[in-house]
C-alpha cells in the first residue's frame, strides 16, 4: 500500500501549501484515503479523509482553509491548505483507510506503514 507524499514546505502564517499524495491506480481507485498530520511531540491526527459515497470530512480546525481531492487520472490525492497557520505545521501523511460503517472517516483505521510524509513549516 506505497503512496508517496510530496508538496511540504515553509510558509509564512496566511500562506498555502498543496500536498501530493500518488499512489498506484489500484490503490487510489480502490480505498479512501486519508490525510494526517503530527506535530512534534503531539499525537498523529486525521485531518481530512473521503468517507462513504464521496463524502469528504474535515478536522473542525481545518474547516473552510482545507480543500481534499482526488484525481483518479493522475492516481493522485491533494490537500490544498490555505491560510496556513503555526498549528498546522507538522509531518503530514496520507494513508488508505477503513471505517466501520455509518462512522466518521476521521476516526477510521489507517493501512499499511506510515511512508516519510512531508513537512509543513509555518513561521513568521
Known amino acids: 500500500l506505497l503512496l508517496a507524499e510530496s508538496g511540504g514546505g515553509l510558509v509564512h502564517p496566511g500562506g498555502a501549501l498543496r500536498l501530493s499524495c500518488e499512489g498506484s491506480?489500484?490503490?487510489?481507485?480502490?480505498?479512501?484515503i486519508g490525510w494526517f498530520r503530527q506535530a512534534p511531540g503531539k499525537e498523529r491526527e486525521s485531518v481530512a479523509c473521503e468517507g462513504a459515497y464521496d463524502s469528504i470530512e474535515y478536522l473542525d480546525s481545518v474547516k473552510g482553509r482545507f480543500t481534499f481531492s482526488k484525481d483518479r487520472t493522475k492516481n493522485t490525492v491533494f490537500l490544498q491548505m490555505n491560510d496556513l497557520q503555526s498549528e498546522d505545521a507538522g509531518v503530514y501523511y496520507c494513508r488508505p483507510l477503513v471505517a466501520p460503517s455509518g462512522t466518521n472517516c476521521l476516526v477510521g483505521t489507517p493501512l499499511g506503514s506510515w511512508g516519510q510524509g512531508t513537512q509543513v513549516n509555518v513561521s513568521s
Open positions: 491506480k489500484f490503490i487510489i481507485r480502490s480505498y479512501n
